[in-house]
């Protein structure tokens, strides 16, 4: 399994109503230092309004293989690919993501370094539309969004944006949690450091992925987070009184004032003016608000959003 020759890889890709970017992704997939004949493309259409780009896209890679997912969620799409890839070892990343041309090369070199590795996490690199004019959601996705190596250490996971792991890991651990629509990523890694795996954070092992820059954007992000955190607690919880209390500390916690958030932000100097840091510190508050009347819809008969 561990020999001299490159294993064959499978890259699963959900996508769901994102086919420009989806093109870049596969653009970028094609032009992998990984030899061609070793890995395979698979795209799972989640029940995108704009298919038939979708199945255009991947009609012009000989290496790429479409499959349709229609349960909502990424995470049931994530599974749908498993079951078709081929792969010794499987890498994913999402649609709207470009990996660095050396991208499969290192997390193989990384996944290999360790005969108990069960996952590695990479780099999640942000960029902007305008690099000379971010919003203030871009500068604030440019603080907190994907920070895999944190992650990785404080919740044993990683956006699957970017991650790699072996076949026979997931035949151990068990596949996403297709239920999830939110957060499945961070579940599942708990459950390979549980299993007893080796997990490595990879910095050199990078896929760009663009800052979401409208407030409707952040919008749904925040929903969807907020939803997929409070389910996967509330999955935890073993009695009334537990999930109770998922319940108010998710309250609890979005309805203190982000402090040490604010005062970070005005010393950070990525920011790089009294505007910028003033702008950052109101997402955070609006993020705080948007997650608490998130979690009040969800115990009141909600369901968690996909988008």
Request: charged residues 25%.
């Amino acid at each position: 399994m561990h020999g001299s020759e490159a294993p064959f890889m499978s890259v699963v890709i959900p996508v769901f109503n994102d086919a420009e970017r989806l093109r870049l992704c596969l653009a970028a997939l094609a032009q992998q230092t990984y030899a061609r004949s070793r890995f395979e493309v698979i795209v799972v259409d989640n029940g995108s309004d704009d298919f038939h780009l979708v199945k255009d896209l991947v009609a012009g890679y000989d290496n790429a293989t479409l499959a349709v997912e229609p349960l909502p969620g990424s995470y049931a799409a994530r599974n749908r690919g498993l079951g078709l890839a081929k792969g010794e070892a499987i890498a994913f990343t999402d649609a709207d993501c470009i990996p660095a041309a050396d991208w499969l090369e290192r997390g193989v070199a990384r996944l290999r370094q360790d005969p108990n590795c069960g996952q590695v996490v990479g780099r999640i690199n942000l960029f902007f539309v305008d690099p000379q004019r971010p919003t203030a959601v871009e500068l604030y996705e440019s603080l907190t969004a994907f920070p895999q190596e944190r992650l990785l250490r404080e919740q044993h996971g990683g956006a699957t944006a970017n991650v790699f792991t072996w076949r026979w890991v997931i035949d151990r651990v068990g596949p996403f949690d297709l239920q999830l629509k939110s957060n499945g990523d961070l579940e599942w890694g708990r459950r390979v450091f549980e299993a007893g795996f080796q997990q490595i954070y990879a910095d050199d092992v990078q896929v760009g992925h663009p800052a979401r820059r409208s407030l409707e954007e952040l919008y749904r992000r925040t929903v969807r987070l907020a939803g997929g955190h409070y389910d996967v607690q509330l999955k935890q919880a073993k009695s009334l009184g537990q999930r109770q209390r998922v319940f108010v500390q998710a309250l609890l916690q979005n309805l203190v004032p982000p402090v040490f958030f604010v005062v970070n932000a005005f010393g950070d100097a990525r920011l790089k003016n009294p505007v910028q840091k003033l702008k950052v510190s109101s997402v955070m508050v609006m993020v705080r608000y948007i997650s608490f009347w998130e979690t009040l819809r969800l115990k009141f008969g909600g369901v968690s959003s996909r988008n």
